[in-house]
């Protein structure tokens, strides 16, 4: 199995950008898949983007599309996620995880992740 641990949270002002990383260590990170979800106080976990275990398909949630990107760097280890043009709303505990399998609808399932890192705080705001 993998291990996974999130960095690069931080606070910014609406409209900012980061950059959160996933370093992952362990046996299999070509056949798994990763997605990020986020937490934030008082609501229940959201996916958030969702990456195939080659890289060549993904998907984000409508909340954050055209904003947010996913990415990963198999020979690093290493899975990003790119936000731009944050909002209030988007303030939250951001998790990184890993899965079996990918399909579309995989932020839906986040029964069907494991090795959830500890998370890194974003807050956005003025």
């Known amino acids: 199995q993998l291990q996974l641990v999130e960095s690069g949270g931080g606070s910014v002002q609406p409209g900012g950008s980061l950059r959160l990383s996933c370093g992952i260590s362990?046996?299999?990170?070509?056949?798994?898949?990763i997605g990020w979800f986020r937490q934030a106080p008082g609501k229940e976990r959201e996916g958030v983007c969702a990456?195939?275990?080659?890289?060549?398909?993904?998907n984000c949630a409508d909340s954050v599309a055209g904003r947010f990107r996913i990415s990963r760097d198999n020979a690093l280890k290493m899975a990003y996620l790119l936000m731009d043009n944050l909002e209030p709303g988007d303030t939250a505990v951001y998790y990184c995880?890993?899965?079996?399998?990918?399909?579309?609808?995989?932020?839906?399932?986040?029964?069907?992740?494991?090795?959830w890192g500890q998370g890194t705080q974003v807050t956005v705001s003025s």
């Open positions: 990456i195939s275990a080659s890289g060549d398909a993904s």
């Open positions: 362990g046996v299999g990170l070509e056949t798994q898949a």
């Open positions: 995880a890993a899965s079996n399998f990918y399909m579309s609808n995989i932020l839906f399932r986040p029964f069907d992740f494991y090795s």
